[in-house]
């Protein structure tokens, strides 16, 4: 029975946790430290975050308490920490000063995993030429801060095939990771096969179509189909494999324990058969749909 992996190894040789907990929209206190805590408990060693999602002092804060919890039996390097760099912290010196301040955030002297979040620059329309300059100053100082130690692994989010491309143009250390939305609806094809080429890790978001794929939204008879001949998996669990299958690593929301729970629980799944991601993968030809942003049109 093959189960999927639990861990990716990234080109640098470091080792990333191949499920984690996504935290974006997640801002109140209370929720933050509930969510956080039980997904630790549960087994979880990733945890995303970002300058955006204005939650890293408060992850920070419950990674502190379970530091310093002698039950919990945690030291930082259990944890895989991922934060990024927002729109309007582009710019070599506005780079630094955000991994400074996402450090102070977090409790930690070191990241990671450091994404600068989007190719674009805030204030700026998608198809202003500055876009470029402030990407490759943003990405010089991400090369710094891996090289001081700071981060220890370093990439981009939601960046096309044709922004990873440019890239090789001027940075000096290839990215990492590129984190981007991937479901059956969004398979990028292109995409995942450029970064595979390349030996850049994808790291699926929305991987549940922002639950839509899971609730009454949007009914995925190809995904029915699937549940009818596993009735080991959910249809999250379902999902989630077939973004692990696909070589990415995957990192859903969840807001009780049990959601936190099923999605984990993937890792004890047996893998999708050929013929079921097969009817997964068909479903694009017919029907495509973003549930997030995407940055098709950043010059």
């Not at 990716?8 to 805590?37: C, H």
């Not at 080429?197 to 609730?215: H, P, R």
């Not at 009817?279 to 029907?287: E, P, Q």
């Amino acid at each position: 029975m093959s189960l999927p992996h639990a861990s990716i190894v990234l080109y640098n040789g470091r080792s990333m946790p191949s499920v984690g907990l996504g935290t974006w929209q997640q801002r109140d206190p209370e929720t933050v430290q509930r969510v956080v805590a039980q997904a630790i408990d549960i087994g979880y060693r990733l945890i995303d975050t970002a300058c955006a999602y204005r939650n890293e002092s408060l992850i920070g804060n419950v990674l502190a308490q379970k530091f310093n919890d002698p039950h919990a039996n945690l030291s930082r390097g259990d944890i895989w920490i991922t934060s990024k760099l927002a729109p309007k912290q582009q710019g070599y010196e506005r780079a630094i000063s955000a991994v400074n301040e996402s450090l102070r955030n977090l409790q930690t002297d070191y990241i990671d995993l450091y994404l600068i979040h989007w190719p674009g620059v805030s204030g700026k329309v998608p198809e202003h030429p500055g876009h470029r300059a402030y990407r490759e100053s943003s990405w010089k100082a991400l090369e710094e801060l891996y090289r001081s130690g700071k981060v220890r692994a370093i990439g981009v989010s939601n960046y096309t095939k044709r922004h990873l491309q440019e890239m090789c143009e001027y940075a000096e250390i290839l990215p990492m990771v590129n984190q981007c939305e991937l479901h059956p609806l969004l398979p990028q094809p292109e995409l995942l096969e450029y970064c595979r080429d390349n030996n850049i890790l994808f790291t699926a978001y929305a991987s549940l179509g922002e639950g839509a794929l899971v609730g009454d939204q949007q009914i995925l008879p190809e995904l029915q189909a699937v549940s009818t001949v596993r009735p080991d998996l959910t249809s999250a669990q379902i999902l989630l494999l077939w973004g692990l299958q696909h070589g990415a690593a995957v990192i859903p929301k969840a807001s009780t324990a049990t959601r936190l729970q099923e999605n984990f629980k993937v890792l004890e799944k047996p893998l999708l058969s050929g013929s079921e991601l097969n009817l997964l993968d068909c479903i694009s030809a017919t029907r495509q749909q973003h549930f997030c942003w995407h940055a098709d049109s950043v010059s």
